[in-house]
């Protein structure tokens, strides 16, 4: 019922820019929080960063001041603006959608993922 297409993804040189892109489809009685996770090779997936509904983001360390996540609620999509990236930026970067859907008659919380995109930083 829910599904994110995750695109943007690619190869850049170090210092150049990747804007990725995450698509929702399907039925959720409400967004509340979006986010971008990623998994560089050999390491645990992590944070890079949120944004809920009222615009609040929450930034990994390690990307603050080069990453800019925003959304458009009339696309149903978020992006991910990666400037100055490093190459250890390199890795899968997954969307991740949290919100409440219907079950039955009640509301749930329900995380929802994308299927990931490929980012390589490398000269």
């Known amino acids: 019922q829910v599904q994110l297409a995750e695109s943007g993804g690619g190869l850049v040189q170090p210092g150049g820019s990747l804007r990725l892109s995450c698509a929702v489809s399907?039925?959720?009685?409400?967004?509340?929080?979006m986010g971008w996770y990623r998994q560089a090779p050999g390491k645990q997936r992590e944070l890079v960063v949120t944004?809920?509904?009222?615009?609040?983001?929450n930034y990994a360390d390690s990307v603050k001041g080069r990453f800019a996540i925003s959304r458009d609620n009339a696309k149903n999509t978020v992006y991910l603006q990666m400037n100055s990236l490093k190459p250890e930026d390199t890795a899968v970067y997954y969307c991740?959608?949290?919100?409440?859907?219907?079950?039955?008659?009640?509301?749930?919380?329900?995380?929802?993922w994308g299927q990931g995109t490929q980012v390589t930083v490398s000269s």
């Open positions: 991740k959608v949290t919100g409440l859907v219907y079950i039955g008659s009640n509301l749930k919380v329900g995380d929802y």
């Open positions: 399907g039925s959720l009685f409400s967004v509340n929080v």
């Open positions: 944004i809920t509904s009222g615009t609040t983001t």
